[in-house]
């Protein structure tokens, strides 16, 4: 127990049985602590030993597993797959975006010299050459060569009288009669138009002129909503010496030295807050410029310009007019 070496182990020292021990860096530790257990010299035990087990020193050989060859796809194979793949995912892509595509008919192509041919070229070429109509004009007649429509009407105003008469004159002129059976080279002539005229008199009898009424868009309507009357806040505090008086719309909070609120709200312009006659209380405000403090009814300077936010304003009369006379300064 005092050497703390296993007594088979002794055995074996003693015995020479080198075999049985775990190996030769605990040999040598258990020959130096077991050799100055019994009084003789370390180095010359272990240098004995040493010398005695000569093979005791050679390192056993280490096997270790040969790891199994890895199964992996061959390269080939991979790049094929995906090859067919893609072929197979375009080729779907394809069949389904040409089953939404719309088909139109196609346009057949102009024929040459359409766009030169003249609207009477076209005429004469709907009927055979042996079968086309001219006409001609008679230049004794009074009609011009500009096309005019058949239907339309020659106004002339006579004269105007005191009774606002007038004589509208309607030329009609007279229809051009034309065979139904065409059969060989004919030419036809339309025939002057004759002076013939209906002569229309009338009584015109001027209707009275209509008033121009332009719409007028209806007056806005009036807001009958009265606005609310200014609100007072801490009434209760009729012994107050300090009032905030908004002149603007401001933002203000009121706290006492324990930190609890008494007030925190905005102040509409027209409102106002009796401050409680207490110690220790202070403003936060948002909008210095806009807030008139009074102080025993007396108003004094404002404390700060118009949207300046102030804190940890002291609001005790005395106090409140130093900062007030400082502002001013």
């Not at 258990?30 to 004995?48: A, H, I, N």
């Not at 709907?126 to 001219?134: F, G, N």
Request: hydrophobic share 35%.
């Amino acid at each position: 127990q005092s050497l703390r070496i296993s007594s088979r182990y002794l055995r074996a020292i003693e015995e020479g049985s080198f075999e049985k021990l775990p190996g030769p860096a605990y040999v040598v530790g258990f020959l130096r602590t077991y050799s100055k257990f019994l009084g003789t010299d370390p180095k010359t035990v272990v240098d004995r030993f040493k010398a005695e087990s000569t093979g005791f020193h050679s390192k056993p050989e280490l096997e270790f597993p040969t790891p199994p060859p890895e199964t992996s796809v061959p390269r080939t194979a991979i790049v094929v797959g995906s090859v067919v793949t893609a072929a197979v995912v375009f080729g779907a892509w394809h069949f389904w975006q040409t089953d939404e595509q719309v088909k139109f008919d196609a346009v057949p192509p102009v024929p040459e010299g359409f766009g030169n041919s003249s609207p009477t070229d076209l005429q004469n070429s709907a009927l055979p050459a042996d079968e086309q109509v001219v006409l001609e004009i008679d230049e004794s007649s009074d009609i011009e060569a500009t096309p005019e429509p058949i239907d339309s009407a020659v106004v002339a105003i006579e004269s105007v009288d005191i009774e606002a008469e007038e004589e509208l004159t309607t030329v009609v002129p007279e229809k051009l009669n034309m065979p139904s059976d065409v059969s060989g080279d004919y030419t036809f002539v339309r025939d002057s138009v004759s002076n013939s005229s209906e002569t229309i008199t009338g009584d015109l009898v001027e209707a009275p002129a209509e008033p121009n009424l332009i719409p007028t868009p209806p007056p806005p309507p009036t807001s009958t909503v009265s606005q609310e009357p200014p609100r007072v806040y801490g009434h209760e505090n009729a012994d107050s010496r300090v009032t905030l008086l908004a002149r603007q719309d401001s933002w203000v909070q009121v706290q006492s030295a324990e930190n609890q609120l008494l007030i925190t709200r905005i102040l509409y312009s027209g409102d106002s807050y009796l401050v409680p006659d207490l110690e220790g209380l202070t403003l936060i405000t948002g909008n210095a410029g806009g807030l008139e403090i009074l102080v025993d009814g007396e108003s004094i300077s404002p404390l700060g310009p118009e949207g300046a936010v102030r804190r940890n304003i002291p609001l005790e009369p005395n106090a409140l007019r130093a900062l007030a006379e400082n502002e001013r300064q």
